[in-house]
């Protein structure tokens, strides 16, 4: 499986962009995709997940109301909308991808099999 993530960019706080992960290979209809992202010096933290074959979603605290993750099953890829942008959302996020994760593991990367390569996210203040 490979991902592919685009999107990242610069924004002054207050903004939005929007990203995008698509899979491809050997996917599956009962993919967890999620959203991560890691500031220098900081580990890899959660942001987002959603199970594409019924649209559960999930969110940590920090990005809730803020972001909103969507994915469309059948063509195996996810957004991250993300508005109202603050500069500690600057960040290099990755996108990850697994099956039938239990809810507890989606906010951990170490369940992830499949990563992206990392899209930069910079705010402004």
């Known amino acids: 499986v490979q991902l592919q993530a685009s999107g990242g960019g610069l924004v002054q706080a207050g903004g939005s962009l929007r990203l995008s992960c698509a899979a491809s290979?050997?996917?599956?209809?009962?993919?967890?995709m999620g959203w991560f992202r890691q500031a220098p010096g900081k580990e890899r933290e959660f942001v987002a997940a959603?199970?594409?074959?019924?649209?559960?979603?999930y969110y940590a605290d920090s990005v809730q109301g803020r972001f909103t993750i969507s994915g469309i099953n059948a063509q195996n890829t996810a957004y991250l909308q993300m508005n109202s942008l603050k500069p500690e959302d600057t960040a290099v996020y990755y996108c990850?991808?697994?099956?039938?994760?239990?809810?507890?593991?989606?906010?951990?990367?170490?369940?992830?099999?499949?990563w992206g390569q990392g899209t930069q996210v910079t705010v402004s203040s």
């Open positions: 290979g050997r996917t599956s209809t009962r993919f967890v």
């Open positions: 990850a991808a697994d099956q039938t994760l239990i809810t507890s593991a989606t906010r951990r990367p170490e369940s992830y099999d499949y």
């Open positions: 959603i199970r594409l074959n019924g649209d559960t979603s």
